[in-house]
Nanobody, 124 residues
Framework: QVQLVESGGGSVQAGGSLRLSCAVS????????MGWFRQAPGKEREGVAS???????SYADSVKGRFTISQDNAKNTLYLQMNSLKPEDTAMYYC??????????????????WGQGTQVTVSS
């Protein structure tokens, strides 16, 4: 079993920045792709960014150029640096782990383990 714990959410004004972290623990030996997702009230969960063990990344068009996904394997931690935040970025953000398949993906069905989420609120 893989455990994921997100942190770093909060409230920020438009144009500001936040960095989300996701601590990864447990049986991670088959985990080779990680992702960040978000879900706003009344909306479906959407993929934001993904990274695999080779460092290949993919991003949703809505965050390209503003968000950066990275990982520190020594610390077993996944990050999401969010710059130039907009009110439409307001959502609960989730960390997810994909096992046995190493391609990046922004599809929630491709992920096997999920964190509890951290709230990000961007005011105008």
């Amino acid at each position: 079993q893989v455990q994921l714990v997100e942190s770093g959410g909060g409230s920020v004004q438009a144009g500001g920045s936040l960095r989300l972290s996701c601590a990864v623990s447990g049986s991670t030996h088959n985990t080779c792709t990680m992702g960040w997702f978000r879900q706003a009230p009344g909306k479906e969960r959407e993929g934001v960014a993904s990274i695999n063990e080779f460092g290949t990344t993919s991003y949703a068009d809505s965050v390209k150029g503003r968000f950066t996904i990275s990982q520190d394997n020594a610390k077993n931690t996944l990050y999401l640096q969010m710059n130039s935040l907009k009110p439409e970025d307001t959502a609960m953000y989730y960390c997810a782990a994909r096992q046995w398949t190493c391609g990046t993906s922004l599809l929630s069905v491709d992920y096997n383990h999920w964190g509890q989420g951290t709230q990000v609120t961007v005011s105008s």
